[in-house]
C-alpha cells in the first residue's frame, strides 16, 4: 500500500515562504515522476510542478521564479519551497508521484497566503 505523506502547508502573509515536503512510501517500483498540483476552492486540481527522477522539472507559468521543486531519490521524498508567495497561491496542495503504472496522490495540505 503506497502511502504520500505531507507537510509543510500553513498560513503565511503575502510575501512570505513556506516549504511543503512529501514522504512516500510502500511501493516496489520507482516513482518516476513526483510532484504537486493545487485546487483552489470551486475551481480543479491544476499542475504547480513536477520532478522527474533524473531531476527534469516542470512549473505551472505562475509559479516560475518564485517556487522550486526538489527530490531525494534516496528517501522517496519531494520538497516544495514556495517563495514571495501571493494570495493567489492559496489552496489545497497535492502530492503526487508516479510509477509507470499507477499514480498516487496525497491526502492534500492547506496553503493560506493572507493580504
Known amino acids: 500500500q503506497v502511502q504520500l505523506v505531507e507537510s509543510g502547508g500553513g498560513l503565511v502573509q503575502a510575501g512570505g515562504s513556506l516549504r511543503l515536503s512529501c514522504a512516500a512510501s510502500?511501493?516496489?517500483?520507482?516513482?518516476?515522476?513526483m510532484g504537486w498540483y493545487r485546487q483552489a476552492p470551486g475551481e480543479q486540481r491544476d499542475l504547480v510542478a513536477t520532478?522527474?527522477?533524473?531531476?527534469?522539472?516542470d512549473y505551472a507559468d505562475s509559479v516560475k521564479g518564485r517556487f522550486t521543486i526538489s527530490r531525494d531519490n534516496a528517501k522517496n521524498t519531494v520538497y516544495l519551497q514556495m517563495n514571495n508567495l501571493k494570495p493567489e497561491d492559496t489552496g489545497v496542495y497535492y502530492c503526487?508521484?508516479?510509477?509507470?503504472?499507477?499514480?498516487?496522490w496525497g491526502q492534500g495540505t492547506q496553503v493560506t497566503v493572507s493580504s
Open positions: 503526487l508521484a508516479k510509477t509507470l503504472v499507477f499514480q498516487h
Open positions: 510502500g511501493s516496489r517500483f520507482r516513482f518516476n515522476v
Open positions: 520532478i522527474t527522477a533524473g531531476g527534469s522539472t
